[in-house]
């Protein structure tokens, strides 16, 4: 599943067809979310991967420390979404099919919540959340689009810079 949400804990997209073991990279080219940042519809966004892994100067430091605080903000849309409907947090017992489309109409019952402000649910103990999965990072061969993205990566630390000095 891949999804991307905004600050305020609604999912923009969704993607739940392709099986558990699909690379990441591949659930996002064939996404509408990354049809929708080529297009600009985003603005000026872009996609930020993984943190830096030896993060060596204080500019490396604050990046990642930026990265990690974005990346909460999702880890916390997942949290509320999940207390919000505990089955997600239990496991959905039933034909992939059905589970996508219980996952995508959680989500928008989840974003109708936020956009009218219902409180968020509490930490329901009898519900027993197993902590997410960390998935090591898998090194990808050099290509032109990843010598783009570290260019962009190496504009985006120029900013942090900018703030340090």
Wanted: aromatic fraction near 8%; glycine fraction near 4%; charge should be negative.
């Amino acid at each position: 599943m891949q999804a991307m949400c905004t600050s305020d804990l609604q999912f923009l997209d969704i993607v739940t067809r392709w099986p558990g073991s699909t690379h990441d990279s591949l659930i996002f080219s064939n996404s509408s979310a990354k049809f929708y940042l080529d297009n600009g519809d985003f603005g000026n966004g872009i996609v930020l991967g993984d943190t830096l892994s030896n993060p060596r100067t204080q500019v490396e430091q604050l990046y990642n420390e930026s990265h990690i605080r974005t990346r909460n903000v999702i880890e916390r849309c997942f949290g509320v979404w999940k207390r919000r409907f505990p089955v997600l947090s239990i496991g959905l017992r039933c034909k992939i099919p059905l589970a996508q489309d219980v996952i995508v109409a959680t989500t928008i019952l989840h974003n109708l919540a936020c956009s009218r402000r219902e409180i968020e649910p509490p930490v329901d103990s009898d519900v027993l959340i197993p902590p997410q999965p960390v998935f090591p990072v898998v090194p990808v061969e050099e290509n032109t689009e990843r010598t783009r993205n570290t260019s962009t990566r190496d504009s985006i630390l120029e900013y942090f810079e900018s703030l340090i000095n």
